[in-house]
């Protein structure tokens, strides 16, 4: 069982920058991917960023990117745990963000299918102004 918690929303205005943590504890030995989802309001969910924690595969640290995110965004590690920096935020970004993890080393599909994914935080909400 892995448990997340996400923190660092809240409200910016669209140009600045901001960082989300994603807190995980439980079983985390068998965790080999993390990544950020978000859902805004009236539209599907959609990925933004991967990483892969495991430690016992040469792949360690390798990230990706949606298109969009890929200029703006930065997915890293820390001790138990995920960021994401984004910066230049704009007014459509407002969503709410969810940290997920994935248990198996391989991709049934692709990394932005939701399906792929064991865990679900309970989501932040970040809400951009312009």
């Known amino acids: 069982q892995v448990e997340l918690v996400e923190s660092g929303g809240g409200s910016v205005q669209a140009g600045d920058s901001l960082r989300l943590s994603c807190a995980a504890s439980?079983?985390?030995?068998?965790?080999?991917?993390m990544a950020w989802f978000r859902q805004a309001p009236g539209k599907e969910r959609e990925a933004v960023a991967l990483f892969q924690t495991s430690k016992e595969v040469p792949t360690y640290g390798d990230t990706r990117y949606a298109d969009f995110a890929r200029s703006r965004f930065t997915i890293s590690q820390g001790k138990n745990g995920l960021y994401r920096q984004m910066n230049s935020m704009k007014t459509e970004e407002t969503a709410t963000y969810y940290c997920?993890?994935?248990?198996?080393?391989?991709?049934?599909?692709?990394?932005?299918?939701?399906?792929?994914?064991?865990?679900w935080g309970p989501g932040t909400q970040v809400t951009v102004s312009a």
């Open positions: 439980g079983y985390l030995k068998d965790v080999h991917y």
């Open positions: 997920v993890a994935k248990m198996r080393a391989r991709f049934s599909s692709s990394w932005p299918y939701t399906e792929e994914y064991d865990y």
